[in-house]
């Protein structure tokens, strides 16, 4: 089975600052980690995936994630929040190595940016 | 790239009633998957669809939930006799499967309410 776990419902930060979305993870196996964005009334969007290359993802819009399997985590983070950012993030890990099938997400966290 | 569509956007019906949505997912993509998202949750993994076999199916699909996908292409997704716990978001989302995975792209959902 596999679960993750998003350490935070709600995140606030000043716009020019940094993000940090906490995330953690479960698995019996090898996992593929995504993060997903859900801008109001818009279909999720991938933000970035892991999937057992580098332990540090890039994705779009600046924002970064690390897998660090010693800590079980996969925490988002960007250096200056915009205020386009603001959305629900979803931390997501795949039912099996490297595969697709049934994606189990977290509980989301809104990211609110401060003017 | 045209997106993956659902219809309608929204929907209110009357408990007891039978509704259907449709998924026209990206063209190439031979996989499409059924998610439902309740307010305030990440989205859960109902059923997804190989070209036209359902491959698997979630404990959360009762027998009052059935999807169907006959050509491979488009899929529709029927609840029968439905229950104000029914009302949720239901999100459609496809990719492909072949020597790489591509990630999924997910539709804006349709906004079901049992009333």
């Known amino acids: 089975a596999q679960s993750v776990t998003q350490l935070d419902s709600h995140v606030s930060v000043s716009e020019g600052t940094p993000v940090l979305l906490r995330c953690n993870y479960s698995?019996?196996?090898?996992?593929?980690l995504f993060w997903y964005v859900q801008h109001p009334n818009k279909g999720l969007q991938l933000l970035l995936k892991y999937t057992s290359a580098a332990t540090l993802v890039k994705g779009i819009n600046g924002f970064e994630a690390e897998f660090k399997k010693s800590e079980t985590s996969f925490h988002l983070t960007k250096p200056s929040a915009h205020m386009s950012d603001a959305a629900e993030y979803f931390c997501v890990v795949s039912g099996r190595s490297f595969g697709n099938e049934k994606l189990t997400f977290g509980t989301g966290t809104r990211l609110t940016i401060i003017p | 790239d045209t997106g993956v569509s659902q219809d309608p956007r929204h929907k209110i019906t009357k408990r007891g009633q039978n509704v259907t949505f449709r998924c026209d997912p990206i063209?190439?993509?031979?996989?499409l998957y059924w998610y439902r998202q309740t307010l305030g949750q990440g989205p859960e993994f109902l059923t997804y669809f190989q070209n036209e076999a359902q491959l698997e199916k979630s404990r959360l699909l009762s027998d009052r939930f059935s999807a169907e996908r006959p050509k491979g292409s488009f899929s529709t997704l029927e609840i029968q006799r439905t229950e104000q716990g029914d009302s949720a978001m239901y999100l459609c989302a496809s990719s492909y499967s072949g020597t790489e995975d591509s990630p999924l792209h997910f539709g804006n959902g349709t906004r079901l309410t049992v009333t």
């Open positions: 063209s190439e993509h031979n996989r």
């Open positions: 698995s019996s196996y090898s996992p593929s």
